[in-house]
């Protein structure tokens, strides 16, 4: 395994590689990934030295767990998995996160990944009621005196429900959308973690690609992508789709980013912005192809941006894009 550099996931004991991998693709909503391919893309990033999975249990209804699960079997070192719980809720809403049902979700992402113990659970952008309810956070703490689970935290859709988890103690990590095109993260989030010694888990750092630049006004993506489904927010929070940038916005602006990266490939440019963020632990963009895996872990290598990059860029947020999410996330 070659090396990358390995961060302290908040007070986990942990150590995570900067570049993981998101493994939505392996499970469902962006086009097929057959079995072949995701085995591909798992032994391509930990081959690589990734050393931090991050899916869920309803991606593919479980399909990225059992995936990860065979991919694990024949090796002898583990990344570290971090699985979320909580979309299962039928209804979805915060009555159904009781003691029983976090329980079941969670025995069932321990039976699809094949431990006893996982290693982080994350409460998968439940309703927001869920993030001040003491009941949760005390289910889950008790799952852990049990090592059903060794740590919990939480992935979140705004700001607002980021600072709100911070002030339970038990949280251990923080899963935002941070990217050159999602800054409000940077303002107060990020921050307050560092001081709670808190992790951060970037997602969706290339705005569902957008930031790779290869996308422009007539780029077609098949029905069962939420590139295509979710353009509107019609199945899921629309700020998961393109980071929230409304396409033919983000097409503009991912031109000017291809200009400021200058000869660098915009998608790994774009994971290194994130990674040297202070208070980031670790960015995990998704990967469709063995490709892009690579492409991904050579951020780790690349020099920290300039000063005029990074002043280039906050002014490319400022014209183009801030109107569009900054209050809204
Ligand atoms: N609510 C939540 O907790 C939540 C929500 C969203 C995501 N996540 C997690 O965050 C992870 C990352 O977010 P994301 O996958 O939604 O968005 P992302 O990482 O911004 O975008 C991933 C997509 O970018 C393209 N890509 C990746 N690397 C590339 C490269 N080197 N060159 C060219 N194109 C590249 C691929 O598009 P193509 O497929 O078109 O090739 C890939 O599917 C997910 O996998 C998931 O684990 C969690």
Same mark, same amino acid.
């Given at each position: 395994?070659?090396?990358m550099?390995?961060r302290p996931?908040g007070?986990t004991?942990a150590?995570?590689?900067?570049i993981?991998?998101g493994?939505?693709q392996l499970?469902?909503d962006?086009g $097929?990934v057959d @079995?072949?391919a995701a085995?591909e893309?798992?032994?391509? #990033?930990? $081959?690589a030295?990734v050393? +931090?999975l991050?899916? #869920? ?5 479980g ?5 990860? *699960?065979?991919?694990l079997a024949?090796?002898s070192?583990?990344?570290f998995?971090?699985?979320?719980a909580g979309r299962r809720? @039928?209804?979805?809403?915060? #009555?159904q996160?009781?003691?029983e049902?976090l329980r079941?979700?969670?025995d069932r992402s321990?039976?699809n +990944?094949g431990?006893?113990?996982l290693?982080?659970v994350q409460?998968h952008c439940?309703?927001p009621a869920?993030? !001040?309810d003491?009941r949760v956070?005390?289910?889950l703490d008790?799952?852990v005196?049990?090592?059903a ?8 859709e705004?700001?607002?429900e980021?600072?709100t ?5 038990g949280?251990q990590s ?6 050159v095109?999602?800054?409000?993260p =940077?303002?107060?989030l990020l921050?307050a973690?560092?001081r709670?010694g808190?992790g951060? +888990? #970037?997602?969706?750092p290339?705005?569902?690609? =957008? ?5 422009t006004? !007539?780029t077609?993506?098949?029905? $069962?992508?939420?590139r295509?489904?979710n353009?509107h927010?019609?199945?899921?929070d ?9 396409y033919?916005v983000g097409?503009?602006?991912? *031109?000017?980013f291809?200009?400021?990266?200058g ?7 774009a ?7 202070p208070?980031?632990t670790?960015?995990i963009?998704g990967? !469709?192809t ?8 050579a951020?780790a290598d =690349? ?6 990059? =990074?002043s280039? +860029?906050?002014?490319l947020?400022?014209e183009?894009?801030?109107a569009?999410?900054h @209050?809204?996330?």
């Amino acid at each position: 395994m070659s090396s990358m550099e390995q961060r302290p996931l908040g007070r986990t004991g942990a150590d995570v590689s900067v570049i993981g991998l998101g493994t939505w693709q392996l499970g469902a909503d962006w086009g $097929d990934v057959d @079995d072949e391919a995701a085995a591909e893309i798992l032994d391509a #990033a930990l $081959d690589a030295g990734v050393t +931090l999975l991050d899916t #869920a249990d309803v991606y593919g209804d479980g399909r990225s767990e059992v995936r990860i *699960r065979k991919a694990l079997a024949p090796r002898s070192e583990r990344p570290f998995v971090a699985t979320k719980a909580g979309r299962r809720a @039928d209804p979805f809403e915060a #009555a159904q996160y009781t003691p029983e049902n976090l329980r079941a979700w969670i025995d069932r992402s321990r039976r699809n +990944l094949g431990v006893d113990t996982l290693d982080l659970v994350q409460l998968h952008c439940p309703p927001p009621a869920v993030y !001040s309810d003491q009941r949760v956070y005390d289910s889950l703490d008790q799952l852990v005196q049990e090592q059903a689970i060794a740590a919990y935290g939480v992935s979140v859709e705004t700001v607002a429900e980021g600072l709100t988890a911070l002030q339970h103690p038990g949280v251990q990590s923080i899963q935002v959308i941070l990217n050159v095109f999602r800054r409000k993260p =940077l303002e107060e989030l990020l921050p307050a973690a560092a001081r709670a010694g808190v992790g951060i +888990l #970037a997602r969706v750092p290339l705005a569902s690609g =957008l930031l790779t630049g290869r996308f422009t006004e !007539s780029t077609s993506f098949a029905p $069962d992508d939420h590139r295509n489904f979710n353009r509107h927010g019609e199945a899921f929070d629309v700020g998961e789709t393109f980071a929230g940038v409304p396409y033919e916005v983000g097409v503009v602006a991912a *031109r000017e980013f291809v200009d400021i990266a200058g000869g660098a490939v915009p998608s790994a440019f774009a994971l290194r912005w994130v990674i040297d963020q202070p208070g980031v632990t670790s960015v995990i963009p998704g990967a !469709s192809t063995v490709g892009q895996v690579r492409g991904n872990v050579a951020a780790a290598d =690349l020099p920290p941006l300039t000063g005029s990059q =990074l002043s280039d +860029l906050e002014r490319l947020y400022d014209e183009r894009i801030r109107a569009h999410v900054h @209050d809204r996330w």
